[in-house]
């Protein structure tokens, strides 16, 4: 069937799944369908960008194990998986993972245009969680500043131009602009939506204050002000992990973030 929208999933730092947005998903389609909606005109797709980095980070620990003394064994391992992705990625000039990454999210896209949407340009929403909020920010600016066109398509959803959507949740995009100088960020809603997308279009960001991992947004400059329409304090996790740094994996779970994105995307539907 052709679908009416489509949602991008993007994880974030460490080992993931290939199906590590299927419990958010699961809920999110019970609620829009509670709600008198069809979650079945919406296609989820996760862009699972993971195994560019996961060989390279295992190799890395059985390296640096092997004939060495290492305390906190279990730590360091932890540091490597998770962090390394981090400094990995945002090494733009050393190595090609950026580029790599980038384009598994633009096959996302691809197939959603011409399996999903029957090569028509329909509205896009992007999830972003951690790192992968990041991510998303940098594919939308390199896509509105032409970096690449000639790559990663010139299609209107290919160019973000029918992005009617962004949910960032655990985001770190403040620790990266401790090197920008002015602070600038993404244009959303994008000039190009259409008049009814843009009364709905809204880039909301979700953050727990246990998670040491997730920030607000807005109060990074002027043009993050404008940008992202609220940050959203929630609280996470169940009662082992929703008061310390554990929540940050707890968002994929949660009912309360899952019935906050289902209320969104709801409210897109309503204007298709």
């Not at 052709?2 to 699961?26: N, R, T, Y």
């Not at 829009?32 to 996961?54: M, Q």
């Not at 390394?84 to 980038?102: C, G, L, P, S, V």
Request: aromatic share 10%.
């Amino acid at each position: 069937m052709s679908h009416k929208m489509g949602v991008l999933i993007l994880h974030g730092i460490g080992s993931q799944s290939e199906d590590f947005a299927e419990p958010m998903v699961s809920e999110v389609k019970r609620r829009i369908d509670k709600a008198g909606f069809n979650s079945n005109e919406i296609k989820f797709r996760p862009v699972h960008w993971a195994p560019v980095l996961t060989e390279k980070e295992k190799a890395l620990w059985r390296t640096l194990s092997r004939d060495n003394e290492l305390d906190w064994g279990k730590i360091r391992k932890f540091i490597i998986c998770y962090f390394a992705d981090a400094i990995a990625y945002n090494q733009r000039e050393e190595n090609d993972i950026y580029k790599k990454i980038h384009k598994i999210m633009h096959d996302e896209l691809v197939a959603l245009r011409k399996d999903d949407f029957e090569n028509q340009d329909k509205p896009l929403l992007l999830m972003g969680h951690s790192l992968g909020g990041h991510i998303i920010s940098n594919y939308i600016w390199d896509r509105q500043k032409g970096n690449e066109s000639n790559i990663f398509g010139s299609t209107p959803l290919e160019k973000m131009e029918t992005l009617t959507g962004i949910i960032t949740f655990g985001c770190n995009i403040p620790l990266f602009t401790l090197v920008k100088d002015p602070i600038v960020s993404i244009k959303f809603p994008p000039n190009q939506l259409a008049e009814n997308l843009k009364n709905v279009a809204q880039w909301n960001n979700f953050y727990d204050s246990d998670d040491v991992l997730g920030y607000p947004l807005k109060s990074l400059s002027p043009s993050y002000e404008e940008a992202v329409h609220k940050d959203i304090q929630i609280n996470v996790g169940n009662i082992i992990t929703s008061w310390n740094m554990a929540s940050h994996m707890e968002y994929w779970t949660d009912n309360d973030f899952a019935k906050q994105v289902a209320g969104f995307l709801s409210s897109i539907l309503s204007q298709i």
